[in-house]
């Protein structure tokens, strides 16, 4: 009942849309021909459905100090090197839903450099628990499909925040749908070894929240307004992760105080 | 002990001197900041903070050497006024300067408590250029534990003086933060600014 009224206004078939707007699949079958134009960077926050994603934020902030934060402070008590391989062992096992989404991206150097990582964390990193491939000069180009959608010329779409998953955009958020399919492994593995990626992938993101607990108690219990705050630290750090934060236009979005004080 | 931490690398130097031909290009009055000049700054700025980092001291001996960094080598009052927003537009001086000084003071504490994480740690200045009518120093933060992070400086000569006035961390700058925040807060008083003051000095 909750999350079905926490989910309303984004429903799948906005999704659908989103996915399958002309624009992006003609962009997808011109893929490999040439790289789709790039929208202006986009600045500023569009978020028409703040009402409903801050009671999302409400319900994530609850859960979030109930369990996820509690829980994450227990995890944090286990050795660092175990926690370092679990988190080695989730990042590996993503490598080769990286590597997809490069290619289809068209970028093969980011894919080749993924899965060249991917052939040496598993055999020489023992399965992935170790990650000699950073040492080697081959550190992961981490991606996800939203990225993916993003280089075929998808706007980012409204701001949403997601239950348990946070700040996300609409495209971000059909990426990650996406994403939960698009791992090879998912197919090849047999059941309980993959269910072995899940549990490893949650681990990690216990990790994540141990670690970083700075930062994010920070934005979550000391601002003045956390829904605010984490909403413009998720799409500023987002399109500077997409590099739509260097270039003319960028440069033009940066705000220049002194603008205001003297004129120009 | 400080200084050498801050490395200037040869790839930096070169994006240095790319940048210093750009900036003369530029129909900048003749005694405006240059590209050389913002980085000097940044890199001065990084060493102090390096070496309170490293200094062993209690930290809320490092607050008061933050702040006092801050204030040096930061445009605190510009900070401060683009923290309050249109707020500021209508504020008397005195509300204004009294608004900088707690602001100062909460700055210091906020980002000092954070500065912990950069023990053990250094920032490389790789880069400078310029942005319509300031500079951007660009560094990399190596830190313990850590995948190295992009830092970058806005620095402007607009006050009188070189100082940066903006810092951007993997694309999140402080000035948009800080308005978010400062803003919320003033709405939290209904827009009372004097009520503002006296929250910020126990924030």
């Known amino acids: 009942m909750m999350a079905k009224r926490l989910m309303t206004p984004f429903t799948l078939s906005n999704l659908i849309h989103l996915v399958t707007k002309p624009s992006l699949l003609a962009c997808a079958t011109v893929l490999f021909l040439s790289a789709c134009a790039q929208k202006p960077a986009p600045s500023g926050i569009t978020d028409p459905l703040e009402a409903n994603n801050r009671e999302v934020h409400a319900f994530n902030l609850a859960v979030d100090r109930a369990l996820l934060r509690p829980t994450a402070q227990g995890y944090g008590k286990a050795p660092s090197p175990i926690r370092q391989g679990i988190s080695n062992f989730a990042n590996n096992l993503d490598m080769p839903s990286d590597v997809v989404n490069g290619l289809l991206q068209a970028r093969p150097h980011n894919a080749a450099q993924n899965t060249l990582r991917f052939v040496v964390n598993t055999t020489v990193g023992i399965g992935g628990l170790f990650d000699p491939a950073t040492a080697l000069g081959l550190p992961a180009k981490t991606t996800d499909f939203g990225e993916t959608l993003h280089v075929w010329g998808a706007s980012e779409g409204n701001y949403v925040e997601v239950p348990f998953l946070g700040p996300s955009t609409e495209r971000d958020l059909a990426g990650k749908v996406v994403d939960f399919g698009l791992n090879p492994l998912r197919y090849i593995l047999p059941s309980p070894e993959g269910n072995i990626a899940t549990v490893a992938a949650a681990a990690s993101s216990l990790g994540d929240r141990h670690r970083y607990s700075d930062t994010i108690d920070s934005v979550l219990y000391e601002s003045a307004d956390s829904y605010a705050q984490a909403r413009l630290l998720y799409l500023q750090n987002r399109r500077f992760e997409l590099g739509q934060t260097t270039g003319a236009a960028a440069d033009d979005a940066f705000e220049d105080p002194y603008e205001d004080l003297y004129g120009n | ?203």
């Not at chain 2, 707690?102 to 250094?122: D, L, M, S």
């Not at chain 2, 992009?150 to 003086?161: C, F, I, M």
């Not at chain 2, 951007?168 to 003051?197: H, K, P, Q, Y």
């Open chain 2, 1 to 203: 002990m400080a200084t050498d931490k801050l490395i200037i690398t040869r790839r930096g130097f070169g994006i240095g001197l790319v940048g210093g031909a750009a900036a003369l290009a530029l129909p900048l009055p003749a005694a405006a900041l240059t590209v050389d000049q913002a980085r000097a700054l940044v890199g001065r700025a990084i060493a102090d903070v390096n070496a309170t980092i490293n200094s062993g001291k209690s930290a809320s001996a490092m607050y008061g050497d933050f702040e006092r960094i801050f204030s040096r080598y930061a445009d605190v009052p510009t900070i401060a006024r683009s923290a309050l927003g249109p707020a500021a537009r209508s504020a008397s001086n005195a509300q204004l300067s009294a608004f900088t000084r707690a602001y100062q003071g909460y700055i210091a504490r906020k980002y000092g408590a954070r500065f912990r994480e950069f023990i053990g740690g250094e920032i490389e200045v790789t880069g400078a250029r310029p942005i319509k009518s300031y500079f951007e120093v660009i560094s990399v933060a190596k830190l313990r534990g850590q995948a190295p992070f992009d830092l970058r400086w806005h620095v402007s000569d607009r006050a009188g003086k070189d100082l940066f006035f903006n810092i951007i961390i993997e694309g999140v700058n402080m000035l948009a933060s800080e308005r978010t925040e400062i803003g919320a807060m003033l709405d939290r008083r209904r827009g009372n600014v004097d009520a503002l003051i006296e929250d910020l000095k126990t924030a």
